[in-house]
Every structure is written in structure tokens, then in C-alpha cells.
């Protein structure tokens, strides 16, 4: 997975609790990305990293916050989970060569579970 | 309407066949364009990316691209059971950011 991990894998929460997960990156990569994926829906951007310090929203980042304070590290917080955020999370890196160039590389996803 | 539009499927072949997947999209600043393959329980693999209109070959893969029609497609010669996978489509909307499609399923048989 070009050297990305994520933690927790699979994590059951209830609902109210606050849950982070965890992006990390071995490959120096400037931008990052969190996404989730639902059936029927595809993978949509929650919410970015062009840098430390430096993020954006997605399409989906109402009760999601992120951050970075490290190249390797992306985090993504949910501040009160709610069932709705019930899915599998996935990381993703990239380092684009050219204005056109987003090829991005994933991690292995979270699934997570909100009762 | 969806930005990004795949046949959701399964697309079934027999193995040895060729397999055609096609996407359209709706975002006429898109410039470059990536196919992955997502086997059940996995994470998304890049296969492909394409940039210029015309076909792309690697291996048994050909990506086609068309930005005057906003087409792009995938072509998997000599189909195999383990590409039977889901594959999604995904233009760069431009400000680095790419935009899934919902991806189809395609189903080799022995």
C-alpha cells in the first residue's frame, strides 16, 4: 500500500463518542487525502492536506475536523460520532509531478462502526 | 446529474474475452483521468492514468480517452478471474482533487 498504514483498522464506537483516526505515510508525499466509501455512493473526499498546517474541505466534511501537523500524519477526527458516519474510511497520498498529474495511493481503510 | 457516470453492472465475460468499461464525466476542466481496480474488501489500486485523448496501452490494459465527448474507457484483453473486481473511474477535477465514479463490477468466468 506505497507505504501507508492506518489505525485503528476496524473500530465500534457509540454514538456521542469522539473517535480519531490515523493516516501515516513513509513516502514523503505532500498532499493527502481522507475519504469514505458507501454502497452506492463511491469514495467521497471528506477532507485534504496540501501540507503541514495547510488543509481544505471536501465534498462530505460536515462532522468531520482533520489535521496536520506532520508530513507523515494525518488525522481525522470525529467529533461526535453519529450512525451516519458508519463506514469504511480510506486514506490516500500523492505527490503530483505536473498540474495534471493526481495519482493517488491508498492505505487499507477503517471500518468503522457507530451504534 | 452525476459528474462522473459508470454502469454499475457486474459486466460479465468469459475468460479470454475482452472486457470494456466506460465512464463519462461531466466536468469539462478535467485534464487527466486514472482508473482503479478494487477487489471486494480492498482498497483502491491505480491501474491506469491517462492525460491526452486517444488510447493508452500497459500490458493487458488500454485506457481510451475522449475530451470532446467527456468519455474515457478501459479495456482488459485476455480477461482473467482475478480481474473480476469492482472498477471505479476517477477525473482530476483540477485543483488536485480527483471525483469517483460509483465503479462497475466486472465478473470473469472460467
Known amino acids: 500500500d506505497a507505504g501507508i498504514t492506518q489505525s485503528p483498522r476496524h473500530k465500534v464506537t457509540e454514538t456521542g463518542t469522539p473517535v480519531t483516526l490515523r493516516c501515516h505515510q513513509t513516502?514523503?508525499?505532500?498532499?493527502m487525502y481522507w475519504y469514505r466509501q458507501d454502497p452506492g455512493h463511491g469514495l467521497r473526499l471528506i477532507h485534504y492536506?496540501?501540507?503541514?498546517?495547510?488543509?481544505d474541505k471536501g465534498e462530505v466534511s460536515d462532522g468531520y475536523s482533520v489535521s496536520r501537523s506532520k508530513t507523515e500524519d494525518f488525522l481525522l477526527t470525529l467529533e461526535s460520532a453519529t450512525s451516519s458516519q458508519t463506514s469504511v474510511y480510506f486514506c490516500?497520498?500523492?505527490?503530483?509531478?505536473?498540474?495534471?498529474?493526481?495519482?493517488?495511493?491508498f492505505g487499507p481503510g477503517t471500518r468503522l462502526t457507530v451504534l | 446529474q452525476k459528474e462522473v457516470e459508470q454502469n454499475s453492472g457486474p459486466l460479465s465475460v468469459p475468460e479470454g474475452a475482452i472486457a470494456s468499461l466506460n465512464c463519462t464525466y461531466s466536468?469539462?476542466?478535467?485534464?487527466?483521468f486514472f482508473w482503479y481496480r478494487q477487489y471486494s474488501g480492498k482498497s483502491p489500486e491505480l491501474i491506469m492514468s491517462?492525460?491526452?485523448?486517444g488510447d493508452k496501452e500497459d500490458g493487458r490494459f488500454t485506457a481510451q480517452l475522449n475530451k470532446a465527448s467527456q468519455y474515457v474507457s478501459l479495456l482488459i484483453r485476455d480477461s482473467q478471474p482475478s480481474d473480476s473486481a469492482t472498477y471505479l473511474c476517477?477525473?482530476?477535477?483540477?485543483?488536485?482533487?480527483?471525483?469517483f465514479g460509483t465503479g462497475t463490477r466486472l465478473l470473469v468466468s472460467p
Open positions: 490516500a497520498i500523492s505527490e503530483p509531478r505536473g498540474s495534471r498529474d493526481n495519482e493517488q495511493f
Open positions: 513516502e514523503n508525499h505532500r498532499y
Open positions: 492536506s496540501y501540507g503541514v498546517k495547510d488543509t
Open positions: 466536468d469539462r476542466v478535467s485534464q487527466s
Open positions: 491517462i492525460y491526452s485523448n
Open positions: 476517477a477525473p482530476n477535477t483540477g485543483f488536485q482533487k480527483l471525483v
